[in-house]
């Protein structure tokens, strides 16, 4: 057995082939999995019948190839609560739009569906489906709930389709899928964020002056990206909200694109019933023009001295976090160019934060938009230094600290 693939030695995997051309791999499939070490049972939903047989299916995995929720013998050997429990990760492949909006909807419609809400165990999908049907918002839409789920989602790929198409919607293949597999089989239930949910806040805002021009500040959202990425690979379930321009993210990340405070701020809302550990990084704008014009502003034609912009507040969002009482833990970031301690001091306390992270973006090789930084992390019982050295090092310090300070309130 290849060392590449030694996390799925021994482990139940519940197969889930659903009614798509690409379902004819499912079969190579299992043969990849059972050569990692793999126990496979396979679930085909009623369409994958017009794909692929049970007969071949059964014969790959050495198991009797489940089809329907309402099979009494089968349910009588192995009822589908059983089965459920049976699994240690679930793997749809191919999984359809279809199928991919009966889980994002959480129906029971179907043994496949049921078997994915009955089951506690990680589920992976590999979408597979024209390339103009994956474009559709509505996919979109319902993968991005599915991450936000926890969901683990592989691929697809882009390239030549079975439909003459070319774009992006191939299934990714079996060697890779059974790849994608063991490194998330290596992650589940490891790591100091095991079983909690982290949500990262990054980059600028921008607040519309009128339809071409804003205000914003200098932020590229490295060290926000680093941290999700950081807390990601300490085990958690990650939600990434991004103002723009922010660099792309490790796609088993739930991510979501913003571009004002306010929708900031909503978004931040939404998920927050969800969210164990706040960690705001983003560098919000404090004020928005409180007219924002529908319509371009013209220069004036006389010449004037002055022009004015009234601006109006933004929400403090992570203030709004902490009165919410709803993440365990919140933990905020300041960018000072002067008296870099004393005011982080003073923000932690106004803001009852957990734990601040302060840097000093006077200092022209940390900050903004550098891949350095340093910083100190100031909580209720002292103060830790991060001295220069990458962001992707300094949120891999942050976040062990983070998990070993706050382990009592996390796991409460
Ligand atoms: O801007 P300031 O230095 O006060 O930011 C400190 C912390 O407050 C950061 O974590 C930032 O993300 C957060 N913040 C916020 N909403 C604002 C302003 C700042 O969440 N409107």
Redesign the pocket.
């Known amino acids: 057995m290849p060392n590449n693939t030694l996390n799925l030695s021994g482990k139940h995997i519940l197969l889930g082939v659903s009614g798509g051309i690409a379902a004819y791999k499912a079969p190579i499939l299992v043969r990849r999995l059972v050569e990692a070490g793999a126990i496979v049972q396979v679930v085909m939903t009623a369409n994958a019948h017009h794909f692929v047989t049970t007969t071949t299916l059964q014969a790959v995995s050495g198991h009797v190839v489940r089809d329907d929720l309402w099979d009494q013998a089968a349910e009588a050997a192995m009822g589908h609560i059983e089965l459920a429990r049976w699994a240690d990760h679930i793997l749809v492949a191919p999984a359809t739009a279809g199928t991919i909006a009966r889980l994002a909807n959480g129906e029971a419609s179907d043994l496949l569906s049921t078997l994915c809400l009955a089951s506690n165990a990680p589920v992976s999908l590999a979408p597979a489906m024209n390339q103009q049907m994956f474009a559709h918002p509505a996919v979109q839409r319902n993968l991005t709930t599915l991450k936000t789920d926890g969901y683990q989602i592989v691929g697809p790929d882009s390239g030549d389709q079975a439909c003459g198409d070319t774009g992006l919607g191939r299934m990714t293949e079996p060697e890779e899928i059974v790849q994608a597999l063991n490194a998330s089989s290596a992650k589940i239930g490891t790591g100091p964020l095991a079983g909690q949910t982290l949500m990262v ?1 990054t980059g600028p805002t921008r607040e519309a002056i009128d339809p071409v021009r804003y205000i914003s500040n200098h932020s590229s959202g490295l060290q926000g990206l680093a941290v999700a990425e950081a807390g990601r690979q300490a085990g958690a379930r990650v939600i990434l909200i991004a103002g723009p321009g922010v660099d792309p993210c490790h796609g088993d990340i739930a991510r979501f694109n913003v571009t004002s ?1 306010q929708e900031m701020y909503d978004r931040v809302h939404e998920h927050l019933p969800e969210t164990d550990l706040f960690i ?7 004020y928005r023009p409180a007219n924002a014009q529908q319509q371009k502003i013209k220069r004036h034609t006389q010449a004037e001295d002055q022009v004015q912009l009234p601006l109006i507040e ?6 709004s ?1 902490v009165q919410a009482q709803q993440a365990k833990v919140v933990v ?5 160019t002067n008296d870099t301690l004393q005011n982080a001091r003073e ?1 932690r306390a106004r ?1 009852k934060l957990d734990a ?1 992270v302060v840097n000093d973006v006077s200092d022209q090789r940390i900050g903004f938009n550098s891949l350095d930084n340093a910083v100190t992390l100031i909580h209720t019982g002292g103060e830790i230094d991060f001295g220069v050295q990458p962001k992707t090092a300094i949120a891999e310090q942050l976040i062990s600290q983070l998990a070993e300070l706050f382990a009592p309130k996390l796991q409460a």
Not at 280 to 286: E, F, Q
Not at 314 to 319: G, H, L, S, V, Y
């Open positions: 806040t405070a705001g990084v983003a560098a919000v704008a404090d933004n929400p403090d969002i992570i203030a976090v905020g970031f300041a960018a000072e923000k803001k601040i």
